[in-house]
């Protein structure tokens, strides 16, 4: 495993993930539930999704290395914009509001980590970060080392929701935390482009 790879994956996706759902998902989980179950069911949708992206981005990275470089720029780039046109937070917070209005407020620690699960797994299919995370898988053609990384952001934006997130947003305003996650998707575009010319 090469823990260059897996630094590059966290220094990706954390940032990407602090202004997007997930780190919503977990701070107004947080609010109904005792905070270690949500965790852990929000840990566990992340190795299911996780698993997932790194095995398609594994069999994409099987093709010939010009053509996966060149879409995986490409993701990069869409990332850099999606990160800048990130729905309002408040609009997030609502909607996971919604999906949890028929769970009873004092449920079992088991019930708690199964709601957790259940909405993030949800949430984060198809996500822009489970994308980029295959993209990552196809490019460095290091599975455990992008695992690694891509796990290590999500459990930790997933902790800081759960732990601290309306005080770290009073601390730090989102469109910094989206500025640099763009910039990031930016040049790993760019650079990934380059790669793709001299193929």
Do not use: C
């Not at 966290?10 to 965790?39: H, Q």
């Not at 099987?62 to 609009?91: E, M, N, W, Y």
């Not at 984060?124 to 980029?132: P, S």
Request: charged residues 10%; aromatic residues 8%.
């Amino acid at each position: 495993m090469n823990v260059v790879v897996a630094l590059t994956v966290f220094a990706a996706i954390f940032p990407a993930e602090l202004p997007d759902k997930t780190f919503i998902a977990t701070l107004v989980l947080s609010t109904r539930f005792a905070a270690v179950p949500v965790w852990i069911g929000a840990a566990a949708a992340f190795v299911v999704q996780t698993a997932v992206a790194v095995a398609a981005g594994g069999a994409v990275s099987l093709l010939p290395q010009r053509p996966v470089h060149a879409v995986t720029a490409v993701l990069f780039a869409i990332g850099a914009v999606a990160v800048l046109l990130a729905k309002d937070q408040s609009a997030e917070e609502q909607e996971v509001a919604a999906e949890l209005a028929g769970v009873p407020a004092r449920p079992t620690a088991w019930r708690a980590m199964v709601t957790s699960f259940l909405v993030l797994f949800v949430a984060e299919w198809g996500d822009l970060t489970q994308l980029l995370t295959a993209a990552f898988a196809a490019k460095y053609h290091d599975i455990p080392a992008v695992a690694t990384g891509a796990l290590l952001a999500l459990w930790g934006v997933a902790a800081i929701g759960v732990v601290g997130g309306r005080a770290l947003l009073r601390v730090v305003p989102v469109v910094w935390v989206q500025r640099v996650a763009a910039v990031v998707f930016g040049v790993l575009a760019a650079v990934t482009a380059v790669e793709a010319i001299r193929g």
